[in-house]
């Protein structure tokens, strides 16, 4: 059964995921934004999709300055990582719903088990 959850960008919501992950459980996030633009970076690393991925899905472009999206977010992602703030899940894969004048919504569900084992390191 899939779990329903809320966006905040908080630590709370963040351990909550992780803690859904450990289990291996589905979800749904409604993430409350209706535009790529408004998307946490921290969200959008956890689960390896960019920002142009969220727009491409809504067959928008991302606007703003070109250079944030290529040097500077990079950048902070990277950072974040290194103090381990920012953490990837792990065996999960992602779609993107984000419909047109609707919230994005970003649903989880563990790799299939044939998935894992074809792209574990031999």
């Not at 969200?43 to 999206?69: E, F, T």
Request: glycine share 8%.
């Amino acid at each position: 059964m899939e779990k329903s959850l809320t966006f905040n960008d908080n630590e709370a919501f963040y351990k909550q995921l992780l803690d859904i992950e450990s289990r291996n459980e589905e979800y749904c996030v409604d993430t409350g934004v209706m535009e790529a633009t408004g998307l946490p970076l921290r969200l959008l690393h956890h689960v390896g999709i960019s920002k142009d991925d969220v727009a491409h899905a809504q067959h928008k472009g991302v606007g703003g300055p070109g250079w944030m999206q290529d040097f500077v977010e990079p950048m902070v992602v990277k950072f974040n990582e290194m103090i381990g703030k920012y953490k990837p899940a792990r065996d999960y894969e992602f779609t993107i719903q984000a419909e047109d004048y609707d919230t994005i919504k970003i649903h989880g569900r563990p790799k299939a088990a044939e998935t894992r084992e074809a792209g574990a390191p031999v």
